[in-house]
């Protein structure tokens, strides 16, 4: 069991590198990792339980780079605007510990709610598939009837649209770029350049951090985790569903305040790992990249399940307290630098890994995301109708069109 323990250690290394590094995402480390295990000297479960603490801990960590940098991943993406609201506020490190109870909150429940998923997950997939798609639709009318005015209305439309339009063409060059690695320059250039573009038009002096702020478990966040959790079960089990997209959808709908909405996504993010590697167990059909390597390497049964969730446990431990000193350092860090300055280095950090993991293809994109993500700014309409990039797609996926 020693050894164990010293796997997961060292898979929670792995994460904190995946997570603090903008772009760098799990499942490229997983399949890498798919080709050298062996080649380490490693028998299957103890490379799977390496894999599983590193995808829990980059669940955690991978929220700093968009709360002080403003670089989302696809699961972060609907993040940095309400992190950077509380950071522009001095309240960044605040943000770092709603996302790490939000986290600590998605696995508790997930795990309480393990043993009725045995037996819902199966239904729940099977039954869904047929009605899916005009449930998203539904959702996306909702979302953009949401807006206060007619011609917000109609921008909005345009705006969802547009991005999906652009969702459908990026998803369909998987010749050029994995889907994995097509998806960092989109959503860098949806939310994160553009966001930090327009924060350059404001103050140039500093944002000193607050680093003593205390966050407690209160009512609201626990029902915020507790959504959370159950969208992050759907969404380990329906194909084609991201974070990102369900939690765009529901929280519309659930009009959480910033707080709640952090600890929410935050919540969705750890619980979909965890459902994800459940459903090799369920229903055959892995539910993530990682969940794709692990069912590559091992047969999963009921013991392995059970060894995971021991080693879920024990890396959302360790990867809680990396979380909150990563983000103590980084909150110390950039609150002594001129704003405009960390704008602009997180704009050339951004642009520099975009280069280096997606190349010239990559930086065209993120210009074109750029100039759409403007748009709702420009146009005064919620940024959220930017997920069409992924919804779009999704719907006509599941109506048998893409």
């Known amino acids: 069991m020693l050894e164990y323990v010293l796997f997961a250690l060292a898979g929670c290394g792995i994460g904190v590198v995946t997570g603090l590094i903008p772009g760098l995402h799990i499942n490229t480390v997983a399949v890498l990792g798919f080709g050298l295990y062996l080649s380490l000297g490693l028998d299957p479960v103890e490379f799977v339980v390496i894999l599983t603490a590193a995808s829990v801990t980059h669940a955690f960590l991978d929220f700093i780079p968009a709360i002080f940098l403003g670089a989302p991943e696809e699961d972060t993406a609907l993040s940095v605007l309400p992190a950077h609201r509380l950071f522009m506020q001095g309240r960044g490190f605040e943000a770092v510990k709603l996302t790490a109870l939000g986290s600590l909150l998605g696995l508790g429940t997930s795990i309480i709610l393990l043993a009725p998923a045995f037996y819902v997950i199966p239904w729940i997939y099977h039954a869904s598939r047929s009605f899916i798609a005009y449930v998203l639709i539904v959702a996306v009318i909702f979302l953009v009837l949401n807006e206060k005015s007619l011609r917000r209305v109609k921008w909005a439309a345009l705006i969802f649209l547009l991005s999906g339009w652009l969702g459908v063409v990026v998803l369909d060059s998987q010749r050029i770029l994995s889907t994995t690695d097509v998806l960092f320059p989109v959503f860098a250039g949806l939310f994160g350049i553009s966001t930090l573009l327009d924060s350059l038009k404001g103050r140039t002096a500093a944002v000193p951090q607050e680093e003593y702020i205390r966050v407690g478990v209160e009512r609201r966040y626990v029902g915020a985790g507790f959504l959370g959790t159950l969208c992050g ?37 750890t619980s979909d790992s965890v459902y994800s590697l459940l459903a090799l167990f369920t229903i055959q059909n892995p ?78 994109l993120a210009i074109l995301c750029m100039i759409i993500g403007t748009l709702p700014i420009l146009l005064g309409v919620s940024r959220t109708h930017l997920m069409g990039v992924l919804l779009l797609p999704t719907i006509l996926f599941f109506l048998g069109a893409g």
């Open 287 to 364: 539910r993530s990249g990682v969940g794709v390597i692990v069912g590559k390497v091992l047969d999963v049964d009921l013991n392995t399940v059970l060894l995971l969730v021991g080693v879920m446990a024990f890396s959302a431990s360790v990867a809680t307290i990396l979380h909150i000193e990563a983000g103590r350092r980084m909150a110390r860090l950039v609150g002594r630098i001129d704003y405009r300055k960390l704008c602009m280095g997180s704009l050339l950090t951004i642009i520099s890994l975009i280069a280096v993991f997606t190349g010239g293809f990559g930086l065209a």
């Open 233 to 269: 079960a759907l969404i380990g089990i329906l194909p084609a569903i991201s974070p990102s997209q369900l939690g765009a959808l529901v929280s519309d709908r659930a009009k959480f305040d910033t707080k709640n909405f952090l600890v929410f996504l935050s919540a969705i993010n």
